[in-house]
């Protein structure tokens, strides 16, 4: 069964930056449609940013575009999520997963222990 393990957050101040990393163990991710989510307190998990297996294609919410960029090494099972020009709102803890075709939710799959994002001044 495919695991993920998250890592790279910390804190930042607004403006700042951080690179998220994901990495899979126990199946080789190449051929899945992968995605980062935030969580808030007493929110559900929400889908910032997808990428596909095949294409390569990304698909990023509104409040992110132009300041996170996700990518993927497939032999070295790891994704990235390259956070830029961070705000408050970033704040929260992410998490990634496989997501659907459509790059618009997360499939059915294990979640990992995710990793804690702080933006503070």
């Known amino acids: 069964q495919v695991q993920f393990v998250e890592s790279g957050g910390g804190w930042a101040q607004p403006g700042g930056s951080l690179n998220l990393t994901c990495k899979s163990t126990?199946?080789?991710?190449?051929?899945?449609?992968m995605g980062w989510f935030r969580q808030t307190p007493g929110k559900d998990r929400d889908l910032v940013a997808a990428i596909s297996w095949a294409s390569g294609a990304t698909r990023y919410v509104d409040s992110v575009k132009g300041r996170f960029t996700i990518s993927r090494d497939n032999p070295q099972n790891t994704m990235y999520l390259q956070m830029d020009r961070l705000q408050t709102s970033d704040a929260g803890v992410y998490y990634c997963n496989r997501v659907t075709s459509e790059l618009d939710r997360a499939l059915p799959e294990p979640w990992g222990q995710g990793t804690q994002v702080n933006v503070s001044s």
């Open positions: 126990g199946h080789p991710f190449s051929w899945y449609n």
